[in-house]
Structure formats: C-alpha cells, structure tokens
C-alpha cells in the first residue's frame, strides 16, 4: 500500500508561516489526488485543501481560502502545503491522504491512505 509521512509541523505566532510537507511512498505517487485534513482535539477532522493527480485543479476550504496553497512534486512524490497568515484557529494535527479512485475529493471517506499527522500550533 502507500505510506505517508508528514513534517514541518511547529509552533509559531499568529501571522507566521508554516510550510507541511508528505512524503509518499509504496504506490505512483502522480496517479494520487491528495489532500490535507486538520483534527483539533475534540474536533471532527475536516478538509484543508485537495490537488488533483493531474495538478491542475486545488480545493481549498473557505476558512484557509486565500492563506494556505496546496502543491505537489511528482519528481519527489510529495505534497505541500505552504500556510501563511497562521491564526490560532488553524491549530491542529493536520493528516495528509491520497486517494487513488478520484480524480479529486474533499471527502474524508474517498481518502483511503492517511499520515499519522503533524502538529502545527499557533499561539496568539
């Protein structure tokens, strides 16, 4: 199957930056659609951003919509997603998923493989 790992998670002040990184691994890395999620404790785990296996199309949230990007690197089988403008709000354990049966999705359930995540903490 595909693993994935997340990095780049931290602490940082509201209106700082933070750049996520997934590396995948174990499948094509380019026939994947991925997206990132967010669980804050006591929360449910909802949708940040997805791209596309073929990188032309991104979802965004409304709440991240004009902060965060989603990229992704073929060459490197791995997706980024560059956050600025952090406000607290966004604290979370932000998960990376592929999926290998849609083009794109912001669904939790059409994401069938999932990081263990990576803890971005913005203080106020």
Not at 14 to 40: D, E, I, K, N, V
Request: aromatic share 12%.
């Amino acid at each position: 199957q595909v693993q994935l790992v997340e990095s780049g998670g931290g602490l940082v002040q509201a209106g700082g930056s933070l750049r996520l990184s997934c590396a995948a691994s174990g499948r094509t890395f380019s026939t994947a659609a991925m997206a990132w999620f967010r669980q804050a404790p006591g929360k449910e785990r909802e949708f940040v951003a997805a791209i596309s296996r073929s990188d032309t199309t991104a979802r965004y949230a409304d709440v991240v919509k004009g902060r965060f990007t989603i990229s992704r690197d073929n060459a490197k089988s791995t997706v980024y997603l560059q956050m600025n403008s952090l406000k607290p709000e966004d604290t979370a354990a932000y998960h990376c998923a592929a999926t290998f049966v849609y083009q794109i999705s912001t669904t939790y359930a059409a994401y069938k493989y999932w990081g263990q995540g990576t803890q971005v903490t913005v203080s106020s």
